[in-house]
């Protein structure tokens, strides 16, 4: 028991004090896993809330709007509703009537709803919500009703094919660029953190020539640096873990009041996971460079 | 002394060669026994091999052939992670001490019971007592570049002598040292030596090893080229009789 504690107490009062002897060098790493973290962080709440919106033009896109007349009566357009539902390529059919298009509509983020108030009458046409089972019978459905005299004309549907193609190619564009920009910071990051690392250890290698001398194990050397690179790692992950913590909320905020129809959100549960795999990388971060940093001396 | 080799030799080796990676021959088909309680001078010129033949006794290298045994272990076979328990068992001091400049004399002897992962509690009474032994009681909190060359060298002893090391190679110990200062550190060792600890001393300090009269390991271009109890620095026919 005394020698795990001994071993303990080593390891963190050496860390801390060589922490502090080469401030230079040791605020240099922070830096490094500052910044490499920062960026980590950024880039994947950025990558998420591109998923959050491909999500959910997914969900829209497979389902069209099929706009109704404001002529049409209502058990017209029940008996169009169940013509639909008996469609094999369609999973379901809802209605929207007219005034529920209007509540939908003021509950789009960022809409000042006075604006919609000052209109006056109700300028949206009800609506049968058609979803399909697979996207791409989406089209033939499209041209199907239109050939119904209960639809509106301008427009008929909301159908796009376009532009969910493009919004599909954005995101899986982004999600490779994402994934190597986060492969390469996380192999540049390791490597400068092992050099700044090594850099620390060379200006201490005459202590680890006298602990080798003395008989101390391969372990026993490695504990202190290693606790030191978690120290490192572990400053700069709570730097970068509080800027993106708490600056994650306001950036969405006024991402929403820019980017009106892009349908951002605040995702709470997603940021505490960010923040904890910042932390975690953080940790690892240090405790590999060190690893790494410190065998090339014990080799000798 | 060297005649009393019925037992078991504490150090042996065996046809020992060692080759650097850069071709430079260090030791050639080097043969040596070394009994428990032994107390032996190697000495010989620059570069004859010396300093080669410490650092494989510690492990520091390895023979490129030949077989050494130390302590009954044949270090070409010791595994790495051993390697540490060895090194508990041979205390080591060199001419540039090597003490780290930023701790006490304390800290600097403490150093070797903690990082080999002593008990705490028995650490202070027993750098207190190693400092005596080299005596340097009432300067525990002085650091190395506020002590003498001789000092210093004490300092490493007792670092050195902190495991009760049952071998104590010394590398040119008074190498940077003064005459007077010299003699202080040979009487520590000659202490060390009656205590029961086998000692090496690697050394160029003529006077010292003909006066002391032990036994004499003379090396030469990496070649033993005299082994003799009560010997002199140079060759009885070179000496004036």
């Known amino acids: ?5 001994n071993r303990v107490d080593f390891a963190f009062s050496s860390a801390w004090q060589n922490f502090w002897r080469n401030a230079a060098v040791s605020i240099a790493s922070v830096l490094i896993v500052w910044v490499v973290l920062l960026a980590l962080g950024s880039l994947l ?49 809802s209605y929207v009537s007219k005034d529920q298009a209007m509540a939908r509509f003021r509950q789009l983020p960022a809409l000042d709803p006075s604006v919609i108030d000052t209109l006056g009458t109700n300028p949206l046409p009800a609506s049968l919500d058609v979803t399909v089972k697979d996207i791409r019978d989406l089209g033939a459905i499209d041209q199907a009703v239109r050939l119904s005299p209960l639809v509106d004309r301008s427009p008929a549907t909301n159908y796009e094919p376009n532009v969910i193609d493009k919004i599909i190619l954005l995101a899986r564009v982004a999600g490779i660029a994402g994934l190597v920009l986060i492969i390469g910071l996380t192999g540049l990051s390791v490597f400068i953190i092992m050099l700044t690392i090594r850099t620390a250890i060379y200006l201490r290698r005459k202590e ?50 820019v980017l009106i129809f892009v349908p951002l959100s605040f995702d709470q549960y997603y940021l505490r996971l960010v923040l904890a795999a910042m932390l975690g990388f953080g940790l690892l971060l240090g405790s590999v460079g060190s690893y790494l940093g410190v065998r090339r001396f014990l080799k000798q | 002394m060297a005649t009393v080799m019925s037992a078991v030799p504490q150090i042996s080796l065996q046809g020992v060669h060692k080759k650097y990676p850069n071709g430079t021959v260090a030791l050639r088909d080097v043969t040596l026994m070394i009994p428990k309680q032994d107390f032996v001078f190697l000495v010989g010129p620059s570069g004859a091999g010396k300093s080669t033949l410490v ?57 070797a019971l903690r990082v080999t992962e002593g008990a705490l509690r028995h650490l202070k009474p027993k750098v207190e007592e190693v400092l005596s032994i080299v005596g340097l009681e009432g300067k525990e909190n002085k650091f190395p570049d506020q ?27 008074t190498g940077n040292l003064d005459p007077a200062t010299s003699w202080e550190i040979i009487q520590l060792l000659l202490q060390i030596n009656a205590r029961g600890t086998t000692v090496l001393m690697a050394t160029h300090n003529r006077e010292i090893v003909d006066v002391m009269r032990r036994r004499v390991v003379a090396i030469e271009s990496g070649q033993i080229v005299r082994d003799e109890d009560a010997g002199g620095y140079h060759a009885p026919a070179l000496e004036s009789r």
Do not use: C
């Open chain 2, 147 to 173: 002590l003498s060359g001789g000092e210093q060298q004490r300092v490493a002893i007792a670092r050195a002598l902190v495991h009760d090391p049952r071998i104590f190679l010394a590398d040119e110990p």
């Open chain 1, 1 to 5: 028991m005394h020698r795990l504690w």
């Open chain 1, 45 to 93: 709440l950025v990558l998420h809330s591109l998923d959050q919106i491909v999500a959910l033009e997914k969900t829209k896109a497979s389902a069209i709007s099929v706009y109704l007349a404001d002529t049409t009566p209502l058990s017209s357009a029940m008996d169009f509703k169940l013509h639909l539902e008996s469609d094999p390529r369609v999973t379901a059919v």
């Open chain 2, 55 to 111: 650092r494989l006794l510690i492990r520091e290298e390895k023979v490129t052939e030949g077989k050494i045994h130390v302590e009954g272990q044949d270090l070409s076979r010791l595994k790495r992670r051993h390697l540490p328990f060895l090194r508990r068992k041979i205390g080591m001091v060199f001419q540039d001490f090597k003490l780290l400049p930023n701790l006490t004399v304390f800290q600097n002897v403490a150093f």
């Open chain 1, 208 to 257: 680890i020539e006298v602990m080798k001398l003395v008989g101390a194990t391969d372990w026993f050397v490695r504990w202190p640096f290693i606790v030191e690179g978690l120290f490192v790692g572990v400053v700069g992950a709570v730097v970068a873990v509080l800027i993106v913590g708490f600056g994650y909320h306001p950036a969405v905020v006024n991402l929403q009041s």
